[in-house]
């Protein structure tokens, strides 16, 4: 069996101690809320970390509030499983208790957090493997290595996006709060991630996201749409979340389309929302959209079934996530 | 018939509750006092020479007791066949794959070990590495075995081929690949080792091979088998995996020797991809028939890539072809069989051993002449079924043969015959049968001894102690034992105490692998119980003054049948019996009969008895995804007599689930001379929500050989699956998919090729232009030595 490296585990009491123990540590902790990325993550040695800081128990982090109407914030360290079973999530946002009910095995939503969904590594069939595969296959750029495996030449990571809330809470219009050394601020999620497989995150190691905040749902609907061999347990290899909104006639409002899993971070396809604007969802309208996005997404070979398929797919799949709206 | 009280009742395992409430102790939940921990170093390359080991800095951490390397052990090499002695437990000269381990440690704890691990210096010189069949057979420069990299090669013809192709009206090829794929036990193997004063040496190992470790330690260790005591632990899933002989288990002793504390090295997940695997198989087929559909002739082909040792590999080789005649007569019939070596984990026995590959094989190469020939499936395989107390053109001697009826069962119950063509486009249904052996009748060395032994022990308490060499591996042979001595002496499971799998204490069973230990330590058990109930039986006869013939084992009584209501409770007969003749003790031991053809390489396919299977599957395919879902799995199974129907059920269910995997998913590939992905999250095998509803039905048809009529289970069901689904996905879409793993991607590629007016196909496209050796030419077995089989006594 795999085993963990001797780590100290530290359990803050407060917001505020956790974010100075991260600032004076340095790149030395790590925050820690389910530990469902985390943990495996240390076992194969890609994060050798010293320090754990535990967050999940945090006051500051826990409960979820608020409805459709006013809109929601859910607190960073709830699991994904509280995030299924919420009577405000299921009823008003129910795209999110959907997406949620869909990452990984119930025992894994019990402890894995949506703070945690959102911040998860990217990950990479040469990348998320113990030390000694990786030693046989090669380092990569990601760790300990200097060239990336699956674009040799290349300067960058190209490892994939594959939290499955992140796409939902775009196409919701979410943001996160962010509270670190220097203060607190709010962005919306597609400001949280850069396309970059190595630094994933726009924020400070010592920032912790504290809150999810949903607006108020304002006639828009969304759907959720996961591509994996299995319907349990896997990572997504491609994903689609989309939302619109449409008037009495069916004309496209607005909307709002996101690709998961087909770079470092999630993929907005704003040439396809554009011309959805003012449409009818008719089959020319979708081809259109379907192509714009499919030119969009470039995955490369690093995940789940080839990349020749996965590409193919977002059309496939894009017809059918926007064909439930027709 | 009589009733039976504890046979052929669907009573839950009798271990079934220490199992789900964790009780059951498994390897890596051993502790001793004092017990250090083994990690090994493995090669990070594919194939290279040892320029030289350096371990002086791991020896100077803190922690560690003893770091050992290939010539710190006596030059011993091992294997589990007696050809194919070509392992050694850590590498002396060269490494063979990635994972093969060179160095190992013992200290204080797993995190110390590891570092240890990586202060090992190694220097290699590189050398060109073979991963593929090709490779090893075309590839130019140092081979990774002396003796070059074809291991084995095997050419037979029995009958006349060439006049059965003459006799043909219709001749077809065919060509299939059937990828490798893991076992994936749950319980990752583990070993612990404790060497006493007093030189004796104990393994507790995860192994389904108790007995073949005793051996192999003995010979690497240059230890005699008096001095070695093996238990093998419960297993927490096997499936063949666990049935070779490997290295962490040689060098926890030798460390456990060196530092005299105990030693216990558990494998990792990924060390556990590194074992052994299903040997990646490329196939070709070519059939003789008449109009009507009846063979004339086979000629089949196969290269086995086999990975960077023999390990069963040669058995693996002839079974790749002894029994595509148990299902179907073939009059005249050739195979042509070759494995090469590669430098990749082993190849070695999967569930089905061999022949999930050609079964594959086979039954998608008929489903397409029978499309040839306009005739229906079924009616094909009818005309062409062995009819039971037959011999087959290559010797195997077919008894009890419930293949027709599994056939018909499953026909009817899916109404194959109103879907198969019928079904809206998208969905369809396909067909497969196949047999299996119930255990091996040669052991894997050559003697004359027992196959499995049985010891009951019987005192005035009335609890009988049942020791036997048999390991359950989870298919439930404990139970088998227990419930067997049960009906026989007519007392319950909690009056035994059952020891297994310890060879110190418990005589020797050859291990479970090849179907073989309820067919085999079953009838050991039968045996053993009668004999402890007639000892019994005089005794007690002569005390009431009745004939023993009259007396009734049953309910926990000794009773006087014929009416009388007198009786004597189970433990009174135990002090009765115990009092005229000393301590009770009974044994019971079973051989198989000989039953080897007269030819060099028919020790391979014989067994007291095959099983048989018949399957249809029902699939939809999503032609813009090419995703396969398998919708409903129809399956019969020749049991002989279901010992217990729910352990049976359990196995059949459990044999399409993993059929299911390899038909769609399982591909254990290597990429750039390292597996691609092992791991149990990338490895892809399906999880409760691929599974589809299994309809399973249970057919009886009581062998003369097997324990109350009983044969095997634990293997055969898995065969017809893959290629059934593989002929309903042909029946959905109407493309043929000729290599497992059935993507998606390869029936896209399909459906494409088939819009392009091209073949509708994804498949190899050809097979290697390699000369097979002249055969052995066999003459079949004359009419009259094919029938009747002599009950046993
Ligand atoms: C077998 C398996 C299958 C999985 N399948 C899926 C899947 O299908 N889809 C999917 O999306 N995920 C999947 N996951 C990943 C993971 O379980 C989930 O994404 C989970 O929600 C992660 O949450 P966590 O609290 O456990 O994260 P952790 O492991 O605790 O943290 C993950 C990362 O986020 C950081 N972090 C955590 N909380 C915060 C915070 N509040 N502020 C700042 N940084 C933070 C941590 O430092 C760490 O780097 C899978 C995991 C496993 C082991
Ligand atoms: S994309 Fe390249 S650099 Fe990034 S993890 Fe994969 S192999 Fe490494």
Request: glycine share 10%.
């Amino acid at each position: 069996m795999l085993r963990l490296p001797p780590f100290q585990y530290v359990r803050p009491g407060t917001l505020h101690e956790a974010v100075g123990i991260l600032a004076s540590e340095g790149g030395k902790a790590v925050l820690m809320a389910g530990g469902t990325d985390l943990l495996p993550r240390m076992k194969h040695r890609v994060a050798a970390l010293e320090v754990v800081v535990a967050i999940r128990a945090l006051r500051e982090l826990r409960g979820i509030w608020g409805d459709p109407r006013q809109g929601l914030v859910i607190g960073a360290a709830s699991t994904l499983a509280e995030v299924c079973s919420h009577p405000a999530i299921r009823q008003g946002y129910e795209v999110l208790s959907l997406a949620a009910a869909q990452v990984a095995t119930p025992q894994i939503r019990n402890m894995g957090t949506i703070g945690g969904n959102l911040c998860l590594d990217t990950r990479c069939s040469y990348y998320d493997m113990p030390y000694t595969w990786r030693k046989a296959m090669g380092f990569c750029l990601k760790k300990n290595g200097d060239t990336c495996l699956v674009a040799p030449g290349s300067t960058r990571c190209w490892a994939v996006s594959s939290s499955d809330l992140a796409p939902v809470l775009m196409a919701l219009d979410g943001r996160v709060r962010l509270v670190g050394p220097r203060g607190e601020r709010v962005v919306p999620v597609e400001e949280l991630y850069r396309d970059d497989g190595i630094r994933y995150l726009n924020k400070e190691p010592a920032e912790i996201l504290t809150e999810v905040l949903l607006p108020p749902l304002d006639g828009w609907k969304a759907a959720y749409w996961k591509v994996r061999r299995r319907g349990s347990f896997d990572f997504p290899v491609l994903s689609l979340a989309v939302a619109v909104r449409q008037d009495e006639g069916g004309h496209i409002a607005d909307a709002r389309l996101i690709l998961g899993a087909v770079r470092s971070s999630p993929l907005r396809v704003r040439e396809a929302e554009e011309a959805l604007r003012g449409e009818k969802l008719e089959p020319g309208i979708m081809e259109v959209v379907c192509e714009l996005a499919s030119r969009a997404a470039r995955p490369v070979e690093n995940t789940d079934f080839t990349v020749l398929w996965r590409k193919r797919m977002v059309k496939v799949f894009l017809r059918r996530a926007l064909g439930t709206f027709a | 018939m009589k009733e039976f009280t504890w046979i052929s009742k669907p009573y839950p395992r009798v271990d079934a509750e220490a199992k789900v409430t964790g009780r059951v102790r498994y390897a890596d939940d051993l502790v001793l006092p004092g017990m250090l921990f083994c990690k090994l170093l493995r090669s990070h390359l594919p194939h290279a020479r040892i320029r030289r080991i350096d371990t002086t800095r791991a020896r100077s951490l803190p922690g560690v007791l003893a770091v050992l390397t290939g010539k710190d052990l006596p030059a011993h090499k091992f294997g589990i066949l007696p050809t194919s002695q070509d392992q050694e437990a850590l590498c002396v000269e060269k490494v063979r794959y990635v994972g093969d381990p060179v160095a190992a440690v013992a200290a204080i704890d797993e995190w110390t070990a590891e570092q240890a691990v990586r202060l090992i210096e190694v220097e290699y010189d590189p050398l060109p590495s073979y991963m593929t069949i090709e490779d090893a057979l075309f590839k130019e420069g140092e081979p990774i075995h002396a003796q070059g990299n074809v291991h084995k090669e095997v050419s037979l013809e029995f009958g006349d081929v060439a006049t059965g192709f003459e006799e043909a009206d219709y001749i077809r090829e065919d060509i299939f690949l059937y990828h490798g794929s893991a076992h994936l036990p749950l319980e990752e193997h583990a070993a612990v080792a404790s060497y006493e004063p007093g030189d004796l040496l104990t393994v507790w190992s995860s192994t389904q091979v108790p007995h073949y470790l005793h051996r192999t330690l003995s010979k690497v260790l240059d230890l005699p088998m008096s001095r070695i005591r093996v238990i093998a632990t419960p297993v927490g899933g096997g499936f063949g995996g666990k049935s070779d002989i490997f290295n962490h288990e040689i060098v926890v002793a030798a460390l456990a020797m060196i530092t005299g504390r105990p030693v216990k090295c558990t494998l990792t997940r990924e060390e556990v991809f590194y074992t052994l695997r299903r040997h990646p198989t490329l196939m070709w087929v070519r059939t003789g028939v008449r109009e009507d559909g009846t063979i004339t002739a086979m000629h089949f082909r196969a290269i086995l890539e086999g990975g960077a040792y023999g390990s069963y590999g040669v058995a693996t080789t002839y079974y790749v072809g002894a029994l595509q005649p148990i299902t179907y007569k073939i009059p005249n019939y050739r195979f042509e069989g070759m494995r090469v070596f590669t430098n990749a984990p082993p190849g070695g026995p999967k569930r089905g051993h061999g022949t999930p590959q050609p079964r594959f094989a086979l039954e998608c190469h008929l489903d397409k002449i029978a499309e040839d020939l306009g005739m229906d499936p079924v009616e094909l395989r009818r005309r062409n079924l062995v009819a039971p107390h037959t011999k087959t053109v290559n010797w195997l001697r077919i008894t009890s043969c419930g293949l027709a009826e599994c056939l018909k069962k499953v026909v009817e119950a899916s109404r194959f015959h109103e879907k198969h063509r019928r079904l809206p486009r998208g969905r369809g249904v396909g067909l497969a049968v196949s047999g299996y052996l119930s255990g091996a009748g040669l052991p894997i060395y050559w003697n004359d001894l027992p196959h499995s032994q049985v010891h009951l022990q019987v005192d005035r308490s009335g609890s009988v102690t049942l020791s036997c060499g048999a390991i359950d591996i989870g298919q439930g042979s404990n139970s088998v034992l227990v419930y067997t001595v049960c009906e026989i002496l007519g007392v319950s499971p909690e009056d035994v105490r059952l020891i297994v799998a310890d060879t110190a204490i418990t005589p020797i069973d050859l291990g479970s692998y090849s179907s073989r230990v309820t067919f085999m330590a079953g009838n050991a058990a039968l045996q053993a119980a009668q004999r402890m109930r007639d000892l019994i039986a005089a005794a007690v006869a002569e005390k009431l003054g009745v004939p023993a013939e009259s007396l009734i084992f049953q309910g926990r009584q000794v009773k006087v049948g014929g009416g009388e209501d007198r009786a004597l409770s189970w433990r009174e007969a135990c002090e009765v019996a115990e009092a005229r003749y000393g301590l009770l003790s009974a044994t019971g031991t079973y051989t198989p009969p000989r039953l080897a053809g007269p030819y060099k390489g028919s020790g391979v396919g014989p067994s007291p008895a095959y099983s048989y299977s018949a399957c249809v599957a029902e699939v939809q395919v999503d032609e813009e995804t090419g995703v396969v879902s398998v919708e409903k799995i129809w399956i019969a199974h020749d049991i002989g007599r279901a010992l217990n129907p729910l352990l049976v059920l359990g196995q059949v269910e459990g044999s399409v689930y993993m059929g299911l995997g390899e038909a769609l998913m399982e591909d254990l590939s290597v990429r750039q001379g390292v597996i691609r992905v092992p791991s149990m999250l990338e490895y892809k095998s399906p999880t409760v929500k691929e599974m589809p509803e299994v309809e399973a039905f249970l057919i009886e048809t009581v062998d003369p050989e097997g324990p109350f009529g009983a044969k095997e289970c634990g293997q055969g069901p898995l065969l017809p699956v893959p290629p059934a689904i593989a002929n309903a996905i042909y029946d959905a879409v109407r493309v043929r998919i000729d290599e497992v793993p059935i993507t998606p991607e390869k029936v896209l590629k399909a459906l494409e090729r088939r819009r392009k007016g091209e073949e509708g196909r994804f498949g190899p496209g050809g097979f290697p232009a390699i000369r097979f050796k002249e055969p052995i030419r066999v003459a079949p077995p004359s009419p009259s030595s094919a029938g009747r089989v002599e009950p046993r006594p």
